[in-house]
């Protein structure tokens, strides 16, 4: 096909056993205003063993959809086949949960066309509540169930650390997910795994190149959010293994002796063990938001400590 006839947009959803929600996040697509011919959706079926495959058949008859399959289990290896498949300019990832608000694709094109050089686009992700939200539940500690809403006007991200973009919905160029080699592999989920962050590692290398990160808010869509998941262990859990994403993240980033991680570990163990407060946040069971807060904080710090010691490694 020639250049010419390319989309300018490669939309990928990874997807593994959620048919259901699956059919309302393509929907959702279906139903977007950019012309057919502007865009294309890629589903990445991850070895799903559900109606996944029968879902993603009902869209496959209209032109812009296309079906992929990587049965190595993992959200790293769905992400590379979707943009190594893909012939957009752009490639936009949205989760299999999700729902895209009308205007999405039009916002992607817009916000690429008004920040010409940016390395990624990003927008924000509002939650879709299965039941109403805890007393426990700060708006902070929510943000860990992916929702991104930093500025109602566009602007550039200077610190990642404080304000981040999302893999449920984020846009890249292609030509930069190829030089950066895409998502890392030693990290994002696999299976049960709550190991993350795979999406902050990849736009960390490409604002280290020096394109610019660019919170769009037009681009916007909504997130389910599971009664399951409105749950303090599920909390505790996905906070732990934020601190094990964290730690892989920091090896990644620089070379540490096993020495190096062993003595960076034992200072954080000593730090946390030698402060009563952080100790009691730690320990003792809470339903005050602020303190549960500091719980979850907490068990980033373990998860650390963890993902130092060897823990997350694949």
Sequence with gaps: MSREREPLISVVVCTRDRAPQLRLALESLATQALPADGHEVLVVDNASTDDTREVAREYEARSAFRILTERRIGLCHARNAGWAAARGRYVAYFDDDAVAEPGWLVAIRDGFAE??????????????????????????????????????????????????????????????????????????????????????????????????????????????????????????????????????????????????????????????????????????????????AEKCWAWIEVGHIAGLLGAGRR
């Design 115 to 292: 920040y010409p050089t940016a390395g990624a686009l990003g927008g924000r992700v509002t939650p879709i509540w299965e039941r109403e939200p805890p007393s426990w539940l700060s708006h902070q500690v929510a943000l860990g169930l992916t929702i991104v809403d930093w500025s109602s006007e566009p602007k550039l991200l200077a610190d990642l650390k404080q304000e981040w973009l999302v893999g449920a919905n984020l846009a890249v160029p292609r030509q930069l997910l190829e030089e950066v080699g895409g998502f890392h592999p030693g990290l994002d989920r696999v299976g049960s795994s709550l190991l993350s962050s795979g999406d902050v590692f990849l736009t960390e290398q490409i604002a280290r190149r020096g394109y610019p990160i660019v919170y769009f808010p037009a681009m916007a869509v909504r997130h389910h959010v599971p009664a399951s998941r409105l749950d303090q262990t599920w909390f505790r859990r996905r906070y732990y293994w934020q601190g094990v994403s964290d730690a892989m993240m920091r090896l990644l980033r620089s070379s540490l002796s096993p020495l190096a991680r062993l003595a960076i570990a034992a200072a954080m163990t000593g730090r946390l063990l030698g402060s009563p407060r952080r100790l009691r946040s730690w320990l003792l069971p809470t339903d005050d938001p602020a303190r549960f």
